[in-house]
């Protein structure tokens, strides 16, 4: 007998050997009382599929929707869902699960001719008759080899590339009634397991509609984002140009000796979009009817704002312009005057952290050309202190803000929006690692903030990873909602970045103990690099974005 302790409720039983998830869970269901549907589980700190059979004493976390992992198990199973049923209304077929978008997926369907709203009905019925069937999902495990054949005849080679290159031995993949996919985590036991979704026409694709994270009982609400799906489209555009869509691409590039050509066109391409908008602010600065006064720079945390920022100022100044960067953490509020979380704890991303009225009273003064005494915080005593720091704009100089209230509208709301021009920064990855199989964008920047967060000794990967879920939600309540105001959206993302990252994150990521929560988050991401062939860091050039998180900068940071 086992002994099986379950973390939800702290109760430990015994169960035989080879029991599986769903028959611990029937055996706790009445000690649990979960608000929501278990749609999978942690063992021991590790993700798994509700079907995993046990055959050693085991800590078990049942999970329903909300949380990441299981948020991810739902997505990941109805995805599956939409594919068999898009194959088996249109035979031949092929669908790409390309971002996250509007509070869903984007997808792009290719079956000949254009998608229309009655193709996408089509998809949905057939999608609400797999699920009321309630067709099981069957893990089955190969050998590679054998897995790679498989997907060969059916001329899957976005899943061959990705498994030919992967370094596994033994590979896992899916039946669906008699469709077969390739998963890199686990799914639900069943489609009747997805009841709640939605599918619709969006733009010339798809959108899957999922479950509201913090109320997995409804589809969550969708947010018209056509700046970011025009952002998305630009950077497929170029990874097609580039032969690269997954990471089987990616792989296959660095084998044939090309990593070094794809940073410096990753990189080319973007100087070249900072050239665009640095002469699109020349333009308006010199505009003699609505001048340009004020620069503002927002983006979600390791999007790379601050090299971004600083690569603008080189080519502004390339315009002929003086940018003079202008921070609003010397606006802070005293601490004893900063708002507080529900917990007691400081809560340092709220808006009423900044002192905006004194912000906005120096910006306007300044931009007329006054002289203003601006205030230096103290991060020591949690005071702002004035120093006799003087500033007065020169005739060339343009004002840059960057921080993740600068596009807030209550920040500037006294300044008219003809002198504003708002940039949003994020790194928006394009690469999947299949057709199936997207990278989330949180994944990229929370490795990026893991690696500068260790280098600088500043929090091990256990800490960062434990803020995590602090930070996004941060993002979502001051940063998000007003990213499609921005006038121009800039993608900090390179192709090869994965490649790069492996090399630094791998070492740190294996540091996070077995014994703690965070392990799981640790071990998902170590699992996921690894798809990537490791590149070294050494072409990357010092004015990188990247250099902001892997070091090696020639800029300097406060």
Same mark, same amino acid.
């Given at each position: 007998m086992l002994q099986i302790r379950c973390k939800n409720v702290n109760i430990t039983r015994s169960f035989p050997e080879g029991t599986s998830l769903i028959d611990v869970y029937k055996d706790f269901e009445a000690e649990l009382k979960m608000p929501y549907p278990v749609v999978s589980a942690k063992v021991n700190n590790t993700s798994e599929g509700l079907k995993f059979r046990l055959f050693q004493n085991r800590d078990v976390e049942f999970l329903d929707a909300r949380e990441g992992s299981g948020h991810r198990?739902?997505?990941?199973?109805?995805?599956? =869902?939409?594919?068999?049923?898009?194959? +088996?209304?249109?035979?031949?077929?092929?669908?790409?699960i390309e971002h996250p978008l509007s509070g869903g997926y984007y997808c792009n369907l290719r079956k000949g001719q254009a998608v229309t709203a009655d193709d996408v009905e089509k998809i949905k019925l057939r999608m609400q008759e797999i699920i009321a069937l309630d067709m099981p999902f069957r893990r089955m495990e190969a050998t590679? !080899? /054998?897995?790679?054949?498989?997907?060969?005849?059916?001329?899957?080679s976005d899943k061959v590339k990705l498994? !030919?290159?992967?370094?596994?031995?033994?590979?896992?993949?899916?039946?669906?009634?008699?469709? &077969?996919?390739?998963?890199?985590?686990?799914? &639900?036991?069943?489609?009747?397991?997805?009841?709640?979704? +939605?599918? !619709?026409?969006?733009?010339?694709?798809?959108?899957?509609? =999922?479950?509201?994270? %913090?109320?997995?009982? =409804?589809?969550?609400?969708? *947010?018209? @984002?056509?700046?970011?799906f025009e952002m998305f489209a630009e950077k497929v555009h170029w990874d097609v140009i580039m032969h690269l869509s997954n990471a089987g691409d990616v792989n296959k590039a660095i084998l044939e000796g090309n990593a070094s050509e794809l940073i410096q066109v990753s990189e080319a391409l973007q100087e070249k979009k900072i050239v665009k908008i640095a002469? /699109?602010? +020349?333009?308006?600065?010199?505009?003699?009817?609505?001048?340009?006064?004020l620069v503002l720079i927002t983006g979600p945390s390791s999007s790379g704002k601050t090299t971004f920022c600083k690569r603008l100022s080189v080519q502004l100044l390339a315009c002929g312009l003086r940018p003079?960067?202008?921070?609003?953490?010397?606006?802070?509020?005293?601490?004893?005057?900063?708002?507080?979380?529900?917990?007691?704890?400081?809560?340092?991303?709220?808006?009423?952290?900044? +002192?905006?009225d004194l912000l906005e009273n120096h910006l306007n003064r300044l931009m007329k050309g006054e002289t203003v005494e601006v205030p230096e915080y103290n991060f020591t005593s949690g005071k702002r202190e004035y120093k006799g720091k003087r500033l007065k704009l020169r005739d060339d100089c343009v004002l840059i803000i960057?921080? #993740? %209230?600068?596009? *807030? $509208? @209550?920040?500037?709301s006294k300044i008219s929006d003809d002198k504003k021009f708002k940039i949003y920064i994020s790194a928006l990855t394009s690469i999947s690692l299949d057709d199936h199989n997207w990278i989330p964008t949180q994944d990229n920047r929370l490795l990026r903030r893991i690696i500068r967060d260790y280098n600088k000794g500043a929090f091990t990967a256990q800490e960062t990873i434990r803020q995590w879920k *602090?930070?996004? /939600?941060?993002?979502?309540?001051?940063?998000?909602?007003?990213?499609?105001?921005?006038? &121009? @959206?800039?993608?900090?993302?390179?192709?090869?970045?994965?490649?790069?990252?492996?090399? %630094?994150?791998?070492?740190i990521l294996t540091s996070v103990p077995r014994n703690c929560s965070e392990y799981a988050e640790a071990h998902r991401l170590l699992k996921f690099i690894h798809?990537? #062939?490791?590149?070294?860091?050494? !072409?990357? $050039?010092?004015?990188?974005i990247m250099r902001e998180f892997v070091g090696g900068s020639s800029f300097k940071y406060r």
């Open positions: 198990v739902y997505v990941r199973s109805l995805c599956f =869902v939409l594919y068999k049923a898009t194959i +088996d209304i249109f035979p031949g077929s092929k669908l790409f590679t !080899e /054998e897995a790679i054949r498989i997907f060969r005849d059916r001329r899957f498994l !030919e290159t992967s370094g596994q031995l033994y590979s896992d993949y899916y039946i669906l009634g008699d469709t &077969v996919d390739y998963y890199y985590g686990p799914l &639900v036991p069943s489609a009747g397991y997805l009841t709640v979704f +939605d599918l !619709e026409k969006y733009s010339d694709g798809l959108l899957l509609r =999922v479950p509201d994270k %913090h109320n997995p009982t =409804v589809v969550a609400a969708k *947010n018209d @984002m056509p700046r970011t002469e /699109e602010i +020349d333009r308006r600065f010199r505009d003699k009817k609505k001048p340009l006064k003079v960067s202008f921070s609003t953490d010397d606006y802070f509020v005293n601490r004893a005057d900063t708002p507080k979380l529900p917990n007691g704890q400081y809560d340092f991303d709220n808006l009423k952290t900044v +002192d905006s960057e921080g #993740i %209230h600068a596009l *807030n $509208p @209550m920040l500037t *602090n930070v996004c /939600e941060a993002e979502e309540k001051w940063i998000f909602p007003f990213q499609e105001t921005a006038d &121009v @959206m800039f993608n900090s993302a390179l192709n090869i970045e994965f490649a790069v990252l492996r090399t %630094h994150a791998e070492i798809y990537f #062939i490791p590149v070294s860091d050494k !072409e990357i $050039p010092p004015t990188s």
